[in-house]
């Protein structure tokens, strides 16, 4: 089935390739893979929510904002390689979460990305993966993601 099906299947759409906020392009094809940069929560072109997760932001809407990244990165990716069908899965998830100083559930928050990307990939969805907590991410987003997909 080709992801372009399987996305209608599952009642997502994919937003428009979020604008760079600074000196990057949104994703690179190179060596049978597409490389995204790091995507924000962008939906409309506003961040949903800023601050810190265990304080300003809660884990459960993180969760949420890191779905909502990992779609921006399939959008890039799928923009960089020419359609979405080129696409063929995923290698590695990088998450990031803007986190208060007791907050240790930055693996929680990230399993948005995973499982969206689980969803519309299956296996081939399957992949290596990094959960960090930061002090601070750029504009003040809880959450920022990056993609490594495998093209077919």
């Known amino acids: 089935m080709s992801i372009a099906t399987r996305l209608q299947e599952l009642g997502i759409e994919l937003p428009a390739v979020a604008a760079p906020v600074a000196a990057y392009v949104p994703a690179v094809v190179h060596g ?3 490389y995204t940069s790091g995507q924000l929560p962008f939906e409309g072109g506003e961040l949903p929510a800023t601050g810190k997760v265990g304080a300003e932001v809660d ?3 993180a969760k949420g904002y ?11 990716a799928a923009d960089a390689a020419g ?7 995923v290698l590695r998830v990088g998450g990031f979460v803007a986190s208060a100083p007791s907050f240790t559930g ?5 399993n948005g990305a995973s499982e969206v990307l689980g969803e519309i ?4 969805g399957r992949h290596v993966r990094a959960a960090v907590g930061m002090v601070s991410l750029p504009l003040d987003t809880p959450v920022e993601v990056e993609v490594t997909f495998i093209l077919a």
């Open 121 to 124: 990939f299956g296996d081939a």
């Open 106 to 110: 930055q693996s929680g928050v990230i």
């Open 59 to 61: 884990a459960d809407a």
């Open 66 to 76: 890191a779905r909502t990244c990992a779609l921006n990165a399939l959008a890039a």
């Open 83 to 89: 359609g979405i069908d080129k696409l063929a899965g």
């Open 32 to 34: 049978g893979l597409v």
